[in-house]
């Protein structure tokens, strides 16, 4: 069953519930009422003493050609011992409560019967204690009454199914008229499903939950779209970056084979060189898919936040730089400081920063480290960055044209920046005036 389909029924539902309570309670109302107005005309009924006296007269000849009252009203006198006067074919067997207000006082009995004899007519009476020994019961018919109430229950029965049918129509209506977003935001998603197409986007209006929805689902196929830029991105410069290493590896490959193929072999210098080329060219490959393994891993688990003691990750890559650096000092002054972040992640870019200082040092050279307030500065001696290529620094694969000599991938800084992201923080990278880079990381958190 469809969703429109469902909401119109609770709605036609819904409303039949309440049309039904208020004709039911309606039809108890009227009846009720009518019922008191019934019990106030007998309290009035007028019976006179020559009535009583010609009832008391006849009182045991049943006369069964008695007329009835056009209006449906009647009485009649109850003794002790059960006889009725004035009853004849339209009497109203009393009962036993009945029979004991004609030895004492008490209060009225008001019921329901049926008046035996031919006439079977259903009234409602009322006793009340007359004279000793004598009890006068009127009674009216309810006929008249139960008509009414028979057609008020007609009518109140077309009420509801009326606005149950318009319930329903009104219902069909709301639905298709409150579903419209769901069923536009549907369609979006199945054009999406079928063609791929991410840039497409709902039209939002207002702030309700289904406008909130196609806001999410816009939010949401942004992300996918730029998600999958960045993906073509990576795919695009990563075959960019291995094609080079890749014609090396292949043209020296070639060489060695042509060498042994046509029994002239290279020189043994000139081998040990090319080894060493191949060499060179695979540990950069292999650096280089390490690097977007790691990229890869960090953004996967950017949401898995622990909390971190950072001076203790930037001490341990401290410790690993002084071994890659043997010949370079390093001043450190660490104070505490807690992180919420990827332990992995900001582990990673504390080492990469570390090893672009020790990569750019000169032999002797002083690398800076200072962490204070949240707040983690390196610095080299190296020969610093223009400041036309600060801008780049950060991207993915671009490397300055003074460090394409030198081993590296260029994705070091690309993971620091999306390591320190990660933890909510950011990065900034500077040159001084007499050379030298400074590279700055702000964390937020708090001191241990």
Not at 97 to 120: F, M, T
Not at 134 to 147: G, I, N, P, Q, W
Not at 401 to 415: E, F, M
């Amino acid at each position: 069953m469809s969703l429109r389909r469902r909401v119109t029924i609770v709605i036609a539902v819904a409303v039949a519930v309440a049309i039904a309570v208020c004709a039911g309670a309606s039809w108890l109302i009227v009846r009720d009422q009518m019922r008191d107005q019934l019990i106030e005309s007998l309290e009035q009924f007028p019976v006179r003493d020559d009535q009583v006296a010609q009832a008391l007269a006849r009182c045991g000849q049943e006369d069964r050609d008695q007329p009835w009252d056009p209006s449906g009203r009647g009485w009649q006198l109850v003794r002790s011992d059960g006889s009725i006067c004035q009853g004849g074919s339209s009497a109203l067997d009393p009962l036993p409560e009945e029979r004991a207000l004609c030895s004492s006082a008490g209060p009225p009995v008001v019921r329901d019967g049926i008046l035996r004899g031919h006439y079977q007519t259903p009234v409602i009476a009322q006793t009340r204690a007359f004279e000793p020994g004598t009890a006068l019961t009127v009674f009216r018919s309810t006929r008249e009454m139960d008509t009414s109430l028979r057609v008020l229950g007609l009518v109140l029965a077309g009420v509801c199914a009326a606005g149950v049918l318009g319930a329903a129509l009104t219902g069909r209506s709301l639905a298709r008229t409150a579903l419209r977003p769901v069923a536009s935001l549907t369609g979006t998603v199945e054009h999406v499903a079928r063609t791929e197409d991410l840039e497409i986007r709902i039209p939002v209006d207002g702030k309700d939950e289904i406008a909130r929805l196609g806001a999410a689902f816009n939010t949401m196929t942004s992300a996918l779209a730029a998600s999958r830029d960045r993906q073509r991105q990576l795919v695009s410069d990563a075959g960019h970056e291995l094609r080079t290493p890749l014609t090396s590896l292949r043209t020296n490959i070639d060489l060695l084979l042509r060498s042994e193929n046509t029994g002239r072999p290279l020189e043994a210098e000139a081998k040990r060189r090319l080894l060493v080329s191949v060499k060179e060219q695979f540990e950069e490959m292999s650096s280089l898919i390490a690097d977007l393994l790691e990229l890869s891993r960090n953004a996967e688990t950017a949401g898995a936040s622990t909390e971190v003691e950072f001076q203790d990750v930037v001490s341990a890559a401290v410790d690993r730089a002084r071994r890659r650096g043997p010949g370079l000092v390093f001043d450190v002054e660490l104070s505490p400081w807690r992180v919420c972040g990827d332990v992995r992640g900001l582990q990673r870019a504390a080492v990469n920063i570390l090893d672009n200082a020790v990569k750019f040092s000169p032999e002797g050279g002083t690398v800076t480290v200072r962490l204070r307030d949240g707040e983690l500065t390196v610095r080299d001696e190296g020969p610093g960055i223009a400041d036309e290529e600060l801008p780049h620094v950060f991207e993915r694969f671009w490397r300055s044209p003074a460090a394409r000599s030198l081993p590296g991938s260029g994705l070091g800084l690309a993971i620091v920046a999306q390591g320190v992201r990660a933890a909510d923080g950011r990065v900034s990278l500077a040159s001084g005036p007499d050379g030298g880079t400074t590279v700055t990381v702000v964390l937020p958190g708090s001191a241990a």
